[in-house]
């Protein structure tokens, strides 16, 4: 029995598992207790006295042995390597791959950066928002194009399941405004970066989804000079101290007096593009003093206090910084456009 213990010993040391179905084998022949080393074990009850306790050594020996190889063989397995294989460890390793931020949310970042260092904070809002947050309170009129269905994504009109108002995606992140300006008292200094939505045909300066940030400041003589002179330097900051730029007056229902903001265009460097519609300027913002009657909605009064808004899309800004001419690569989860933008360390 002793020479029968060792021939298995050998086999033991010398098995070589190719594959899990192997180790199995290997598993249910020795180790488990229907296995060999187990009728071994079984027959060593009839093993004559004087002979037991040298026939038990090298069984147990026997059985250690089996066990330590099974648990050798699990973990060669497992780490995918084969027992015959050599490993050259002077070998170079494979590089990894460092990630890289969406050119979006790089630009996020610079323009609250930006508006941090002027005292702005950062506020944010729901997406899903009613008619009084998103054009009301905004001073929209009740025949407003903006209220109709070719202009906004509506999810729940008046009336029906019993919405008492229109309930839809909203259009801008002035929402954010008008809930800060409800729960806060002057004075107020915040920007609004988020996702909005509009019914608008996809093109090369076009989505029906895009990115926004707004800003809003009230207080007691705050002027439209403050205005200009905040988007001013943030103009230069973002695009360098050379960038022209030009205040059109314009309309909104929630600002008086209004201004459009145009900048040089980056991307043909004025000499016309299809981004500036051959003009060689480009608009990056529309602003105002915060409307009298917007203030009253929030329960301000407009007699002591006085504020500007400002709101950009933040896909437009990004358009000039990076001299991208297709806002429809920014959704494209193109991986060959975006890592060409900076990475993350």
């Known amino acids: 029995m002793e020479e029968r213990i060792q021939t298995l010993l050998r086999e033991v040391n ?3 598992a190719d594959g899990k179905q192997a180790l199995e084998a290997f598993r249910m022949k020795y180790v488990s207790r229907k296995g060999i080393i187990g009728d071994l074990f079984e027959e060593l009850k009839k093993v004559p006295a004087e002979q037991k306790k040298n026939v038990g050594k090298v069984l147990n020996e026997l059985k250690k042995a089996a066990e330590s190889k099974l648990s050798e063989l699990s973990a060669t397995l497992e780490a995918g390597v084969d027992s015959q294989t050599d490993l050259d460890l002077t070998l170079p390793p494979v590089p990894n791959q460092v990630g890289n931020l969406h050119p979006l949310t790089l630009t996020r970042y610079r323009i609250i950066e930006i508006f941090e260092r002027l005292g702005f904070n950062v506020a944010d809002g729901p997406e899903i928002e ?9 001073n929209f009129p009740e025949n407003h194009p903006a209220r109709e269905m070719q202009d906004t994504f509506f999810v729940e009109k008046k009336g029906t399941g019993g919405a008492k108002q229109d309930v839809l995606l909203r259009t801008h992140t002035s929402n954010v405004q008008i809930r800060m300006m409800e729960k806060q008292q002057p004075p107020l200094r915040a920007i609004m970066p988020g996702r909005v939505y509009r019914n608008e045909a996809i093109s090369a300066r076009a989505h029906c989804f895009f990115h926004q940030v707004e800003g809003l400041y ?3 003589n705050v ?10 330097h943030f103009a230069k900051e973002m695009y360098g101290k050379d960038i022209k730029i030009r205040f059109r007056p314009s309309y909104f229902p929630f600002t008086e007096p209004s ?4 900048i040089s265009c980056l991307i043909c460097k004025g000499s016309g593009c299809n981004v500036c519609k051959h003009t060689g300027w480009v608009e990056i913002a529309g602003s105002g003093m915060v409307h009298p009657n917007v203030l009253k909605n929030c329960n301000i009064d407009p007699e002591e206090y006085t504020g500007f808004a400002f709101g950009m899309g933040i896909e437009r800004v990004t358009m000039l910084r990076y001299q991208i001419n297709d806002l429809r690569l920014f959704s494209e989860n193109d991986v060959r456009f975006l890592r060409q933008f900076q990475p993350v360390i």
């Open 223 to 232: 002027s439209f000079a403050d205005l200009k002179q905040t988007l001013y």
């Open 14 to 16: 010398a098995y070589a």
């Open 130 to 138: 009613d008619d009084w947050h998103n054009f009301s309170a905004l």
């Open 218 to 220: 009230v207080d007691r």
């Open 259 to 262: 201004a459009e903001i145009d």
